[in-house]
C-alpha cells in the first residue's frame, strides 16, 4: 500500500505582504544585495555580497541580535531566503517556515509528512526553497515537489519528482528559472537512474526530464556494458548554476552504482562524476565534462557550478570554477565545456595527473592500500564561494584523509542500497577512531572522519593555492564574501569565522556551540545588514552593535 504524504500548515502570524519575486529580478540578484533570492545568492552562485555596511574595521562590533531554535533532531543543512523581509528557511525532513529576518519571529510554517518509505543517504536533510513569483517551492525526502503561497504558507500543488519506493528523493534547494521549477533527484547509493526535471511553476506540470545516465541509442550509451545504465546511479543532489545569455543551466552529477565496484560496471559511465550543460527551455544536452570516469572512490560531483567572467590568458571568457571531490581543482569554459585548467589541491594518488584534455590518468592503488582523497573526498557539496574583488576562489578542503576500499559484487534489488562493497577510513594507528560509511551501516551512518581541514583561497588563473586557513577538524562549511574583502565561515567545533578575504588574516570569531555545516547569507533591511549562520540546531543572526 502506497502512502502518501501529507502537508500540514500551521499560521502563527500573517507575512507582510511583498512584491512578487520574478524571474527579471532574480535575474539581477547580484544587483540587489539587499535580498538573498536563490540557494547560491543568484544563478552564478559566487556567494558573494555588495553590501558594505560591515567591513574590517567594523567586523568586531558584530553582536547577535536574535536565535532561532530549530524544532527536529539531526543536522539542520538548510541555506535561507531572504525577499522583500522575509526569510524562508526549511526544517528536516520537509517543513518550511517564513521567518521576520529582523526578530527571527515566525509567521507561518508549513510541514509535509515524507512517506514512511522514504529512502535516503546520509540522513533527512533538505537544504533550502526557491521562490518565484508569490510562490515558494521545496523538494521533499519523498521525491515529491511542493509549491506554497509565499504570504501565508497555503499548499498551492504537489507533484510527484520520483517514485519514492525505488529510492528517490529530492534534498536539494530547487532553482526557479524564467517560469520553472528546476530540481535533481537523490538515491545513487540505491541503484536509481538520475536525472534533472524541470516543473512549470505555475501549475507544476513537468517541462523536461534529461536523464544523466544515456539509454540505447543515445550518446554515451556505449559508455556502459549491458543492462548497468538501468540502475547506474548518477544522482543530482545539489543546486545547479545559470546562466542566461547561453541560455544553459549547469548540474554536477553524482557517483555511478554500484559505489565502489568499478569493475562490475565497466566504462567511463556517462554522465556520472559530471557537469552537464543544459539548454533552460527544453533540457536538451548542450554539453558535458567528466571528472572521474569509471568511479570506484564515490568522488561524487555535486559540488556548486561557480560561475565567473574574467580575463583568462589574453582575452574575455565566460569561465566556470570547481574544486571537485577528486582532489583536483578545475577551470572549464562555460559556453562549451573546453578544459582551461586542473590542479590537484590535496594529496592525491588514486590519479598521477590529467591529460591535455582534463581526463585523469589512473594510478589505482594495490589492495588493502589507502587512496587519497577518502571517501569524502579532498571537498564535498558545501557551498565555495568567488570574490570579483580578489579574484580568489575559496573553499573547505579535507586534507590527510584516505581510505582503504574494500570492493565486492553487489546485486540490484529495487529499493535497496548499492554500494559494492565497503572501505575503511585510515587511521594513525589499527584501532583508533574513525567513523565512515563502512560495512557495518553504510546509509545512515555519514559521520566524522580522520584528518584536518583547512580553508583553501586559490588562484583560478593557476590552480595554485594563495592562502590557507588551516581548522582543528575537518570542515562542512561553506563560504560568503562580501564586497569589503571578508570572507565569512565555520567549522565543526563551533566557530564562526571572519577573515581577511585578500591575505587570510582571522579578524574575529565567535562559538555558537554547535557544528557549523552549510553557508552563511548576509542581507539588508531598513538599513541594516544583517549577517545569518546556521549553528548546529540553531539559526543565529548578527549584526552590528548599536551606538
Same mark, same amino acid.
Given at each position: 500500500?502506497?502512502?502518501?504524504?501529507?502537508?500540514?500548515?500551521?499560521?502563527?502570524?500573517?507575512?507582510?505582504?511583498?512584491?512578487?519575486?520574478?524571474?527579471?529580478?532574480?535575474?539581477?540578484?547580484?544587483?540587489?544585495?539587499?535580498?538573498?533570492?536563490?540557494?547560491?545568492?543568484?544563478?552564478?552562485?559566487?556567494?558573494?555580497?555588495?553590501?558594505?555596511?560591515?567591513?574590517?574595521?567594523?567586523?568586531?562590533?558584530?553582536?547577535?541580535?536574535?536565535?532561532?531554535?530549530?524544532?527536529?533532531?539531526?543536522?539542520?543543512?538548510?541555506?535561507?531566503?531572504?525577499?522583500?523581509?522575509?526569510?524562508?528557511?526549511?526544517?528536516?525532513?520537509?517543513?518550511?517556515?517564513?521567518?521576520?529576518?529582523?526578530?527571527?519571529?515566525?509567521?507561518?510554517?508549513? &510541514?509535509?509528512?515524507?512517506?514512511?518509505?522514504?529512502?535516503?543517504?546520509?540522513?533527512?536533510?533538505?537544504?533550502?526553497?526557491?521562490?518565484?513569483?508569490?510562490?515558494?517551492?521545496?523538494?521533499?525526502?519523498?521525491?515529491?515537489?511542493?509549491? &506554497?503561497?509565499?504570504?501565508?504558507?497555503?499548499?498551492?500543488?504537489? &507533484?510527484?519528482?520520483?517514485?519514492?519506493?525505488?529510492?528517490?528523493?529530492?534534498?536539494?534547494?530547487?532553482?526557479?528559472?524564467?517560469?520553472?521549477?528546476?530540481?535533481? &533527484?537523490?538515491?545513487?547509493?540505491?541503484?536509481?537512474?538520475?536525472?534533472?526535471?524541470?516543473?512549470?511553476?505555475?501549475?507544476?506540470? *513537468?517541462?523536461?526530464?534529461?536523464?544523466?545516465?544515456?539509454?540505447?541509442?543515445?550518446?554515451?550509451?556505449?559508455?556502459?556494458?549491458?543492462?548497468?545504465?538501468?540502475?547506474?546511479?548518477?544522482?543530482?543532489?545539489?543546486?545547479?548554476?545559470?546562466?542566461?545569455?547561453?541560455?544553459?543551466?549547469?548540474?554536477?552529477?553524482?557517483?555511478?552504482?554500484?559505489?565502489?565496484?568499478?569493475?562490475?560496471?565497466?566504462?567511463?559511465?556517462?554522465?556520472?562524476?559530471?557537469?552537464?550543460?543544459?539548454?533552460?527551455?527544453?533540457?536538451?544536452?548542450?554539453?558535458?565534462?567528466?571528472?572521474?570516469?569509471?568511479?570506484?572512490?564515490?568522488?561524487?560531483?555535486?559540488?556548486?557550478?561557480?560561475?565567473?567572467?574574467?580575463?583568462?590568458?589574453?582575452?574575455?571568457?565566460?569561465?566556470?570554477?570547481?574544486?571537485?571531490?577528486?582532489?583536483?581543482?578545475?577551470?572549464?569554459?562555460?559556453?562549451?565545456?573546453?578544459?582551461?585548467?586542473?590542479?590537484?589541491?590535496?594529496?592525491?594518488?588514486?590519479?598521477?595527473?590529467?591529460?591535455?584534455?582534463?581526463?585523469?590518468?589512473?594510478?589505482?592503488?594495490?589492495?588493502?592500500?589507502?587512496?587519497?582523497?577518502?571517501?569524502?573526498?579532498?571537498?564535498?557539496?558545501?557551498?565555495?564561494?568567488?570574490?570579483?574583488?580578489?579574484?580568489?576562489?575559496?573553499?573547505?578542503?579535507?586534507?590527510?584523509?584516505?581510505?582503504?576500499?574494500?570492493?565486492?559484487?553487489?546485486?540490484?534489488?529495487?529499493?535497496?542500497?548499492?554500494?559494492?562493497?565497503?572501505?575503511?577510513?585510515?587511521?594513525?594507528?589499527?584501532?583508533?577512531?574513525?567513523?565512515?560509511?563502512?560495512?557495518?551501516?553504510?546509509?545512515?551512518?555519514?559521520?566524522?572522519?580522520?584528518?584536518?581541514?583547512?580553508?583553501?583561497?586559490?588562484?583560478?588563473?593557476?590552480?595554485?593555492?594563495?592562502?590557507?586557513?588551516?581548522?582543528?577538524?575537518?570542515?562542512?562549511?561553506?563560504?560568503?564574501?562580501?564586497?569589503?574583502?571578508?570572507?565569512?565561515?565555520?567549522?565543526?567545533?563551533?566557530?564562526?569565522?571572519?577573515?581577511?578575504?585578500?591575505?587570510?588574516?582571522? *579578524?574575529?570569531?565567535?562559538? *555558537?556551540?554547535?557544528?557549523?555545516?552549510?553557508?552563511?547569507?548576509?542581507?539588508?533591511?531598513?538599513?541594516?545588514?544583517?549577517?545569518?549562520?546556521?549553528?548546529?540546531?540553531?539559526?543565529?543572526?548578527?549584526?552590528?552593535?548599536?551606538?
Amino acid at each position: 500500500m502506497k502512502i502518501f504524504a501529507v502537508g500540514i500548515l500551521f499560521v502563527l502570524f500573517a507575512a507582510p505582504v511583498c512584491a512578487q519575486i520574478s524571474y527579471e529580478r532574480i535575474l539581477q540578484a547580484e544587483d540587489g544585495p539587499e535580498s538573498w533570492l536563490t540557494y547560491n545568492g543568484g544563478y552564478m552562485s559566487q556567494r558573494y555580497s555588495r553590501l558594505t555596511q560591515i567591513g574590517q574595521e567594523n567586523v568586531g562590533d558584530l553582536e547577535l541580535r536574535w536565535l532561532l531554535q530549530n524544532q527536529v533532531f539531526g543536522a539542520w543543512q538548510s541555506s535561507p531566503i531572504v525577499a522583500d523581509g522575509v526569510m524562508y528557511v526549511t526544517e528536516r525532513p520537509n517543513s518550511i517556515m517564513a521567518v521576520d529576518p529582523i526578530t527571527g519571529r515566525v509567521f507561518w510554517k508549513y &510541514v509535509h509528512t515524507p512517506a514512511e518509505n522514504s529512502l535516503v543517504c546520509c540522513g533527512a536533510n533538505n537544504r533550502g526553497v526557491a521562490v518565484l513569483d508569490d510562490r515558494v517551492f521545496m523538494g521533499t525526502l519523498d521525491a515529491r515537489l511542493v509549491a &506554497v503561497d509565499r504570504i501565508n504558507g497555503e499548499l498551492l500543488w504537489e &507533484v510527484e519528482v520520483g517514485d519514492v519506493n525505488l529510492a528517490y528523493s529530492v534534498t536539494m534547494a530547487p532553482l526557479a528559472v524564467k517560469d520553472k521549477i528546476i530540481v535533481g &533527484v537523490g538515491g545513487g547509493e540505491f541503484g536509481i537512474r538520475g536525472y534533472v526535471a524541470a516543473f512549470y511553476a505555475e501549475t507544476g506540470e *513537468l517541462a523536461w526530464k534529461t536523464y544523466t545516465i544515456p539509454a540505447p541509442g543515445e550518446p554515451g550509451h556505449e559508455t556502459w556494458e549491458g543492462d548497468d545504465w538501468q540502475y547506474g546511479g548518477a544522482p543530482v543532489w545539489i543546486t545547479g548554476s545559470f546562466d542566461p545569455e547561453e541560455n544553459l543551466t549547469y548540474w554536477g552529477v553524482g557517483n555511478p552504482g554500484p559505489d565502489w565496484n568499478a569493475a562490475q560496471r565497466p566504462g567511463d559511465n556517462l554522465y556520472s562524476d559530471s557537469v552537464i550543460a543544459l539548454d533552460a527551455d527544453t533540457g536538451e544536452l548542450r554539453w558535458h565534462f567528466q571528472f572521474t570516469p569509471n568511479d570506484g572512490y564515490d568522488y561524487d560531483a555535486v559540488q556548486v557550478p561557480v560561475l565567473a567572467d574574467m580575463e583568462w590568458r589574453g582575452e574575455d571568457r565566460k569561465l566556470m570554477f570547481w574544486a571537485n571531490r577528486n582532489g583536483y581543482f578545475y577551470v572549464l569554459d562555460r559556453s562549451d565545456g573546453e578544459f582551461l585548467l586542473g590542479n590537484p589541491f590535496v594529496r592525491v594518488n588514486w590519479s598521477s595527473g590529467l591529460d591535455e584534455n582534463g581526463r585523469p590518468i589512473p594510478t589505482p592503488q594495490p589492495e588493502g592500500m589507502p587512496t587519497w582523497p577518502g571517501n569524502q573526498g579532498g571537498t564535498n557539496w558545501y557551498p565555495p564561494s568567488w570574490s570579483p574583488r580578489t579574484e580568489l576562489f575559496y573553499f573547505s578542503a579535507w586534507e590527510d584523509y584516505a581510505t582503504i576500499y574494500q570492493p565486492e559484487e553487489s546485486e540490484y534489488v529495487p529499493g535497496r542500497a548499492f554500494l559494492g562493497g565497503g572501505f575503511d577510513v585510515l587511521t594513525p594507528a589499527p584501532g583508533a577512531p574513525g567513523v565512515g560509511i563502512g560495512r557495518t551501516n553504510p546509509i545512515n551512518n555519514w559521520t566524522d572522519e580522520v584528518g584536518h581541514a583547512s580553508l583553501k583561497a586559490l588562484d583560478p588563473r593557476t590552480g595554485e593555492e594563495v592562502w590557507e586557513f588551516e581548522q582543528f577538524d575537518v570542515s562542512d562549511s561553506g563560504m560568503l564574501t562580501t564586497a569589503t574583502d571578508l570572507l565569512f565561515t565555520g567549522g565543526r567545533e563551533g566557530y564562526i569565522h571572519a577573515l581577511d578575504a585578500a591575505s587570510g588574516e582571522l *579578524l574575529w570569531k565567535r562559538n *555558537l556551540g554547535g557544528q557549523i555545516v552549510m553557508a552563511p547569507i548576509t542581507y539588508m533591511i531598513d538599513g541594516v545588514q544583517y549577517l545569518s549562520f546556521i549553528s548546529g540546531h540553531v539559526l543565529a543572526t548578527f549584526a552590528l552593535r548599536h551606538k
